[in-house]
């Protein structure tokens, strides 16, 4: 896998003071992305042991909420390994965290993913030009969804974040 960034302290990117690791690939290619340069797969650098205790030092510190997977797309078919792996070692090592994920693919096609259970909060769907608003809290479009996660996969229907 390969990433393009690690931001330390993000308040962008969901609850609280975060870490955002920022992975290379996408094939959503959404119109007006503000990311196209996540998009291919082979750019950035390779995600080893050093970006890892980077990221685990940002974890250690008591102010930081948790950590946010973001790119291009954390659940690009070559990715979803490495990534589900990463996210059972940091809910292991930081089970206090928690854990947010953007992805343009809809709850309906990854629900069934192992790696969906350690997720806390999931944002999914495609940015859609047209359905764009810099209101919205957390994401980009009207159509795409600030899932609860947990309480998504307890209650066996979609509950979003707030509800």
Not at 60 to 69: L, M, S, V
Not at 123 to 128: C, P
Not at 141 to 159: A, G, M, W, Y
Request: hydrophobic share 35%; charged share 30%.
């Amino acid at each position: 896998m390969r990433y393009h960034n690690i931001t330390h302290d993000d308040m962008l990117n969901g609850l609280g003071l975060r870490v955002v690791l920022w992975v290379s690939g996408c094939e959503h290619k959404c119109f007006n992305c503000h990311n196209k340069i996540t998009w291919d797969i082979n750019n950035g650098l390779i995600f080893d042991e050093d970006a890892k205790k980077e990221i685990y030092s940002s974890l250690e510190k008591d102010y930081i909420k948790g950590i946010t997977f973001s790119g291009g797309d954390p659940l690009h078919k070559k990715n979803r390994d490495e990534i589900f792996n990463f996210i059972k070692e940091i809910k292991h090592k930081f089970p206090y965290k928690d854990i947010w994920l953007y992805t343009g693919y809809c709850w309906e096609d990854i629900k069934d993913l192992e790696l969906i259970k350690y997720i806390d909060i999931l944002v999914d769907g495609k940015y859609i030009e047209e359905l764009s608003n810099k209101d919205l809290e957390w994401k980009g479009s009207s159509n795409q969804r600030v899932i609860n996660v947990k309480k998504t996969l307890t209650e066996d229907k979609i509950i979003l974040l707030g509800d």
